[in-house]
């Protein structure tokens, strides 16, 4: 089979290579469903992503479950899997890719000194590792990406010889990973330059730049790698993965988009799907997006000082390098109330970028209803918080809040009568707390016992107002895994008892699974 990605990409053209699902779950408390994985899948094909990772097949029956049904659903970008240098991990990788219409296999391992000390290969040992597992890799999918995991802090004879090795073997990607966000932008374009003008046969493949955010310069190493010559850039939306996480994919779109007269490079990206994308990953994975984020940020296009304002009124470009529009923001804010119908909402849910079948709009404007009913009007945000609520707190939970009441004073505990269904059979009980909060939680707990701890309690209000709804996110843990639950209710309280109660349905899941222990890039 021949695919068109294989081939030297055109000068003027970057490709983007998102790894929300692999890299981006990474982070602690990041796990996601199968169909949560499904439908960022499919956004991100729909808004011209180029090559998806879908995930680490080796590293669990569910990640190698989740990139399969990738594979067999994808329309239009390249399917990864990532995989060890061995051939069970590439073994199993393909089993998982091949499904895909166009599939690529991406192997790895570290190659700087330190890294090298890992598995205990001298230098010639791992060069001779590279060459066969690439060579196998290459034998089942013509469409290889190698990475020589810490490139950054590998010695740059052994990097170019390495990178040449892998090219022979059949790669036709090389990632250069920052792996652990050590570099600057200068040193990031230097590599990707001299391993151009050096290694032969460079010029036939692709190369890429993986870089992480541990200084906060992942964006500008990825478009200094551009500049250098690189032409793929690995992402995640929001910026999310392990640690400081990894170069956004908002950030480098907007800024190939808005600076093109330096940077004159396209991508395929269609960037008014970039906040839908935002607002999914950001439900799913449980992170909120930081207010003041580039792009997508809520502030990212607000404007309080008197002096920006008066200038925006004049001419938007006075104090706006974008439109609010460009990545999918809507102008207007406030046109629902209680009288709203259930054409209007499916409409303006429409322009938030959330298409809603009848079954799930009957769910929605129930909901709708009875938030108008609480609230005089229901902004944008409100609505994005109520389907975030909605596809956060499902119908089939094993745990659901049925009803909770809470009686708080100031001259002593507070008390919170809870009663939860438990597997559909529901279960009433009070407790006593030290707050309101902790009262709910108590009563969690003396229903569903748990060793989790409590690693993240979060508030933060959706919109102004007294009456504002707000979104609330808690973190557990328990015997090493981490999940992050979160909901939205204009009772706070309320609030915090589902997120909790979310939390727990994602620890049940996660017992319910064994993974085996997996190294990763």
Same mark, same amino acid.
């Given at each position: 089979?021949?695919?068109?990605?294989?081939?030297?990409?055109?000068?003027?053209?970057?490709?983007?290579?998102?790894?929300?699902?692999?890299?981006?779950?990474?982070?602690?408390?990041?796990?996601?469903?199968?169909?949560?994985?499904?439908?960022?899948?499919?956004?991100?094909?729909?808004?011209?992503?180029?090559?998806?990772?879908?995930?680490?097949?080796?590293?669990?029956?569910?990640?190698?479950?989740?990139?399969?049904?990738?594979?067999?659903?994808?329309?239009?970008?390249?399917?990864?899997?990532?995989?060890?240098?061995?051939?069970?991990?590439?073994?199993?990788?393909?089993?998982?890719?091949?499904?895909?219409?166009?599939?690529?296999?991406?192997?790895?391992?570290?190659?700087?000194?330190?890294?090298?000390?890992?598995?205990?290969?001298?230098?010639?040992?791992?060069?001779?590792?590279?060459?066969?597992?690439?060579?196998?890799?290459?034998?089942?999918?013509?469409?290889?990406?190698?990475?020589?995991?810490?490139?950054?802090?590998?010695?740059?004879?052994?990097?170019?010889?390495?990178?040449?090795?892998?090219?022979?073997?059949?790669?036709?990607?090389?990632?250069?990973?920052?792996?652990?966000?050590?570099?600057?932008?200068?040193?990031?374009?230097?590599?990707?330059?001299?391993?151009?003008?050096?290694?032969?046969?460079?010029?036939?493949?692709?190369?890429?730049?993986?870089?992480?955010?541990?200084?906060?310069?992942?964006?500008?190493?990825?478009?200094?790698?551009?500049?250098?010559?690189?032409?793929?850039?690995?992402?995640?939306?929001?910026?999310?993965?392990?640690?400081?996480?990894?170069?956004?994919?908002?950030?480098?779109?907007?800024?190939?988009?808005?600076?093109?007269?330096?940077?004159?490079?396209?991508?395929?990206?269609?960037?008014?799907?970039?906040?839908?994308?935002?607002?999914?990953?950001?439900?799913?994975?449980?992170?909120?997006?930081?207010?003041?984020?580039?792009?997508?940020?809520?502030?990212?296009?607000?404007?309080?000082?008197?002096?920006?304002?008066?200038?925006?009124?004049?001419?938007?470009?006075?104090?706006?390098?974008?439109?609010?529009?460009?990545?999918?923001?809507?102008?207007?804010?406030?046109?629902?109330?209680?009288?709203?119908?259930?054409? $209007?909402?499916? /409409?303006?849910?429409? =322009?938030? +970028?959330?298409?809603?079948?009848?079954? @799930?709009? %009957? #769910?929605?404007?129930?909901?709708?209803?009875?938030?108008?009913?609480?609230?005089?009007?229901?902004?944008?945000?409100?609505?994005?918080?109520?389907?975030?609520?909605?596809?956060?707190?499902?119908?089939?939970?094993?745990?659901?809040?049925?009803?909770?009441?809470?009686?708080?004073?100031?001259?002593?505990?507070?008390?919170?009568?809870?009663?939860?269904?438990?597997?559909?059979?529901?279960?009433?009980?009070?407790?006593?707390?030290?707050?309101?909060?902790?009262?709910?939680?108590?009563?969690?707990?003396?229903?569903?016992?748990?060793?989790?701890?409590?690693?993240?309690?979060?508030?933060?209000?959706?919109?102004?107002?007294?009456?504002?709804? $707000?979104?609330? /996110?808690?973190?557990? =843990?328990? +015997?090493?895994?981490?999940?992050?639950? @979160?909901? %939205? #209710?204009?009772?706070?309280?309320?609030?915090?008892?589902?997120?909790?109660?979310?939390?727990?349905?994602?620890?049940?899941?996660?017992?319910?699974?064994?993974?085996?222990?997996?190294?990763?890039?």
């Amino acid at each position: 089979m021949t695919d068109a990605i294989q081939a030297p990409v055109p000068q003027d053209r970057v490709l983007i290579f998102d790894t929300t699902l692999r890299d981006g779950e990474q982070s602690p408390g990041a796990t996601m469903t199968l169909e949560e994985k499904l439908q960022i899948a499919t956004l991100l094909d729909e808004m011209g992503v180029d090559i998806i990772e879908a995930g680490f097949p080796i590293a669990s029956d569910g990640d190698f479950e989740a990139v399969t049904a990738i594979a067999r659903q994808t329309r239009s970008a390249v399917i990864c899997g990532l995989a060890r240098a061995n051939f069970k991990d590439i073994d199993r990788c393909w089993e998982a890719v091949r499904h895909a219409k166009r599939p690529r296999i991406h192997t790895f391992i570290g190659t700087s000194p330190l890294h090298r000390a890992i598995p205990n290969l001298d230098m010639d040992q791992m060069a001779e590792r590279i060459h066969e597992t690439v060579s196998h890799a290459r034998n089942l999918c013509d469409n290889v990406q190698w990475s020589p995991m810490d490139a950054t802090r590998t010695e740059h004879d052994y990097l170019c010889r390495t990178v040449e090795i892998a090219i022979k073997a059949g790669a036709t990607t090389i990632n250069i990973p920052d792996t652990v966000g050590y570099t600057a932008p200068r040193e990031s374009a230097a590599l990707i330059r001299m391993l151009i003008e050096r290694v032969p046969g460079a010029d036939e493949i692709t190369f890429a730049t993986h870089c992480h955010n541990d200084l906060g310069m992942a964006t500008a190493n990825a478009l200094a790698a551009v500049e250098a010559g690189a032409r793929q850039i690995e992402c995640t939306i929001n910026g999310l993965g392990e640690r400081a996480g990894n170069t956004a994919l908002e950030e480098v779109v907007m800024a190939l988009r808005v600076r093109h007269d330096i940077m004159p490079y396209t991508t395929g990206i269609d960037t008014t799907r970039i906040m839908q994308a935002s607002r999914l990953v950001a439900t799913v994975s449980g992170f909120p997006v930081q207010f003041n984020k580039a792009i997508v940020g809520k502030n990212a296009f607000a404007h309080e000082s008197g002096i920006h304002q008066d200038g925006m009124l004049k001419n938007a470009e006075t104090f706006e390098i974008m439109r609010p529009e460009h990545v999918g923001l809507n102008a207007t804010s406030l046109v629902m109330g209680k009288h709203s119908g259930r054409a $209007a909402l499916r /409409s303006k849910l429409a =322009e938030l +970028g959330y298409t809603v079948g009848d079954n @799930q709009l %009957a #769910d929605v404007f129930v909901r709708f209803k009875e938030l108008a009913d609480r609230k005089k009007e229901v902004y944008d945000d409100d609505l994005v918080a109520l389907m975030q609520d909605t596809d956060t707190n499902a119908a089939n939970d094993r745990i659901q809040v049925r009803r909770l009441r809470v009686v708080c004073g100031t001259d002593g505990p507070q008390t919170a009568e809870l009663t939860l269904a438990v597997e559909g059979t529901e279960h009433a009980t009070s407790a006593i707390g030290d707050g309101p909060v902790d009262a709910a939680f108590k009563a969690v707990q003396s229903i569903v016992p748990n060793d989790a701890r409590l690693m993240l309690y979060q508030v933060h209000a959706v919109t102004e107002g007294m009456d504002a709804q $707000a979104t609330v /996110s808690v973190r557990l =843990e328990e +015997g090493g895994k981490i999940v992050t639950g @979160q909901s %939205a #209710d204009t009772d706070t309280i309320v609030a915090s008892t589902k997120a909790y109660v979310n939390a727990l349905n994602k620890l049940m899941v996660r017992r319910l699974k064994t993974a085996p222990e997996a190294q990763t890039a």
